[in-house]
């Protein structure tokens, strides 16, 4: 069985300071991790994934396989970074696109 | 830029009556999924669609669910016989497939569904 944990349902930061949402999964295999945001109104979208080591609006996230996590990470806090983030995580199987199972996401909120 | 589309954006039913959601997918994508959010909880799986057949489900996507992609282009969540439970934001996504498959899912804006 797979599982995603972000035991935070809610973080509020100041604007300017690190953010760090937490991750952990459970997978006997090789996962796949993602994170995906919710803005306000918008629609479910691909921030980043773990297996392109990528910087996007400066979010970064590392695999930690001894920990089993993935934790979403910013140096400054942007106002514009408020929204749901949700860690994902996809198998690897015989199925082709196996299916992303989501955690149960974290309410952002920048304090200006 | 393409992208998923889903109507209707709310849909309010009786207990007992059913629903059919539906889905305009990417164009050249060729996987397809639903999933639903009930409200305060985790997005959670329920099918998935691949070349006109059902790839995988889950526990929640019992009898009372099925999905169709009747005409190429759509792609429809029925649910036969709604119940209170069922009161959710259901999710379609779709994803390509190519040489270098990245895993990114594509969402719709979700169809909220109120069933009274």
């Known amino acids: 069985a797979q599982r995603v944990t972000q035991p935070e349902k809610l973080l509020s930061v100041f604007k300017g300071a690190p953010v760090e949402l937490k991750c952990n999964y459970s997978?006997?295999?090789?996962?796949?991790l993602f994170w995906y945001v919710q803005y306000s109104r918008q629609r479910l979208q691909l921030l980043l994934r773990?297996?392109s080591r990528e910087s996007i609006k400066g979010f970064t996230a590392d695999l930690n396989k001894g920990e089993t996590s993935f934790h979403l990470k910013k140096p400054f806090a942007q106002e514009e970074d408020s929204a749901m983030y949700y860690c994902?995580?996809?198998?690897?199987?015989?199925?082709?696109?196996?299916?992303?199972?989501f955690g149960t996401g974290t309410r952002l909120t920048i304090i200006p | 830029e393409p992208e998923v589309t889903q109507t209707p954006s709310h849909q309010v039913t009786q207990m007992g009556q059913e629903v059919i959601l539906r889905c305009v997918p990417i164009?050249?994508?060729?996987?397809f999924y639903w999933y639903r959010q009930i409200l305060g909880q985790k997005v959670e799986f329920l099918v998935s669609?691949?070349?006109?057949?059902?790839?995988?489900k889950s526990e929640i996507f019992d009898d009372q669910f099925s999905v169709e992609r009747p005409d190429g282009s759509n792609f429809t969540l029925k649910i036969r016989s709604t119940k209170l439970e069922d009161s959710a934001m259901y999710f379609c996504?779709?994803?390509?497939?190519?040489?270098?498959?990245?895993?990114?899912?594509?969402f719709g804006e979700g169809s909220r569904l109120t069933v009274l």
């Open positions: 996504a779709s994803s390509p497939r190519t040489g270098s498959d990245t895993g990114e899912l594509f």
């Open positions: 997978y006997s295999g090789s996962p796949e």
């Open positions: 773990h297996i």
């Open positions: 994902a995580l996809r198998g690897i199987s015989n199925f082709g696109n196996e299916k992303l199972t």
């Open positions: 164009s050249n994508h060729l996987y």
């Open positions: 669609f691949y070349n006109n057949e059902i790839s995988e």
